[in-house]
Every structure is written in structure tokens, then in C-alpha cells.
Nanobody, 126 residues
């Protein structure tokens, strides 16, 4: 059973930065990985994803501000968040899927991912 544990959330001022981490219980190399977020009263949305061949994708709302990366030696996924806005306030979740066709199932579709972390809260104040 894969376990994912997020950390790094907290409070930040608008314009500030935070770096989220997602530690996996096993190897993450060769799998699809993603960050999602859910704000109160809103649906969960995909923020960024990285494929098993290292292609990355970002939601339009975070392009140019957020960067997804992974460290396979540490089995950790990261999300560097810069130029934070109040609209980034949400609970952030990391997700993983190991199927070979995961990238083509819909990288920002929650149903693509078999494993999820418990979430970390990010609050941005203006």
C-alpha cells in the first residue's frame, strides 16, 4: 500500500512563497504524480502534474508561479509556489498513479490517481 504524506503548508502573505513536499512510502520514479487543491465550497482542481517521462503540466491559474519537481532518491514530490495569491488558499493534496497509461487518463482528473495524501493547508492573506 502506497502512503503519501504532505508537508510544508502554512500561512503566507500575498506575493510570498511556500514549498510543499509529498513523501512517498516507496519509489516514485516512473509514475504519474500530481498536486490537487480544494478550497472551501469549491470542487477539487488539478494544479500541476508530472508524468512518468518527466513531462509537466500546470493549471492556467498557476502557470509561471508554481513549479512541480521530484527527487527520486528521496521518494519525494515537491511544489514550489511563488507569487502566492489569496486565491491559492486551499488544502493541497498530492496524488500518485502507477498505471502505464496514467498520463493519458486525464492528468487533472481525480479518478486517474489511485493513491492520495491526507492534505496540507495553505492560507494566503492579502
Amino acid at each position: 500500500q502506497v502512503q503519501l504524506v504532505e508537508s510544508g503548508g502554512g500561512s503566507a502573505q500575498a506575493g510570498g512563497s511556500l514549498r510543499l513536499s509529498c513523501a512517498a512510502s516507496g519509489s516514485i520514479g516512473g509514475y504519474c504524480l500530481a498536486w490537487f487543491r480544494q478550497a472551501p465550497g469549491k470542487e477539487r482542481e488539478g494544479v500541476s502534474a508530472i508524468s512518468h517521462f518527466q513531462t509537466t503540466s500546470y493549471a492556467d491559474s498557476v502557470k509561471g508561479r508554481f513549479t512541480i519537481s521530484q527527487d527520486n532518491l528521496k521518494n519525494t514530490l515537491y511544489l514550489q509556489m511563488n507569487s502566492l495569491k489569496s486565491g491559492d488558499t486551499a488544502t493541497y493534496y498530492c496524488a500518485e498513479d502507477r498505471r502505464a497509461d496514467c498520463w493519458w487518463r486525464g492528468i487533472f482528473s481525480g479518478s486517474t490517481y489511485a493513491y492520495w495524501g491526507q492534505g496540507t493547508q495553505v492560507t494566503v492573506s492579502s
